[in-house]
């Protein structure tokens, strides 16, 4: 367990996304910059700004360190407050016990995602584990509309996040890329040109194609 390697818990999100996207980015290294993911990243850089603000009972932790040695993941939380809480745990930046409550940040408008949802998740299970402590909700908080999502950390929530975890290991495991499965999604995945999940289809009716083709002719060929 020493050696284990430790995941992104981000990449649950991109797991829960499009499993192929996982495994382009984890297995293959590719990365490129859309318009969408270029403003995502630079609205979320104005928030991540590793601070700590304290208002009386009410303790604001930014880009906060997490990991978790049950699920093998490591990553960030966007903001955690922390609220002063006799049955709550102890955490090093506060000297009395909180209730802890992590607030992930989205670019855009309102929207329900359930990568979103997992990623959140992950960051509440690590601070679980971290502080040995209970956290039923978290939320997403939309960087262009203001607006914050109260997302219920339930038991089926839960168990997809554990499920997303271990599926990613395992495709690390096995440096496993899943086939391209084209959809909607694709139309706003910032892989799309890598991926080319049309060109998986063409390719795979043109071998089809060819294989049919063969065993015609031999099939027709004279017995000698
Ligand atoms: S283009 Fe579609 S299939 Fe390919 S990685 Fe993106 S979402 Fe997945």
Redesign the pocket.
Known sequence: MDDAEYLPLSWLSQIC?????A??LLNERLWTESRDTAKGRAEHERVHTQRAERRSDLIKLYEYTVFSDAMQLNGKCDCIEATRSDRGCHIPAAEFPVRLYPIEYKHGTVRDEEEYKIQLCAQAMCLEEMFGTHIPEGALFFISSHRRMVVPLDDALRDRTRQLARQLHKMRQDLFTPA????A????????D????KVKDSAAAYCRQLRQEAAGVIEGEPAS
């Open positions: 996304y499009c499993p192929r996207r495994g382009l391209a499965e084209y959809s999604k694709c139309r706003r995945c910032s892989l799309l890598l991926c080319m999940p």
